[in-house]
């Protein structure tokens, strides 16, 4: 079984990487973009098929590891 988890930043949570990102597609020339926001995703495969089990053990992995729960919203996706 395989997953994708996407962790972002907080509303409301300064994001210097992201207006890096976002000063320097400006210096490439590419124009209207308004603002961007950087993120990371994890693409994990998982030995078990119960997905209720898959659900549950990539919580515990984002609470635990993944993300910084305090700064940072993850998405979890089972394909």
């Known amino acids: ?3 994708r988890v996407t962790v972002t930043l907080k509303n409301g949570v300064l ?3 992201g207006k890096a990102i976002e000063s320097a597609l ?3 020339g590419f124009d209207g973009v308004g603002s961007v ?3 990371k995703v994890f693409d994990i495969e998982l ?3 119960d997905r209720a ?3 549950t053990d990539l ?3 984002c609470e635990q590891l993944l993300a910084n729960t ?3 919203n993850y998405t979890i996706e089972i394909q």
């Open 15 to 17: 994001d210097p990487q």
């Open 47 to 49: 030995d078990h098929e």
């Open 37 to 39: 926001r950087q993120g």
């Open 70 to 72: 305090v700064i940072e």
């Open 59 to 61: 919580t515990a992995m």
């Open 26 to 28: 400006g210096t490439l």
């Open 53 to 55: 089990k898959a659900q």
């Open 1 to 3: 079984m395989k997953a």
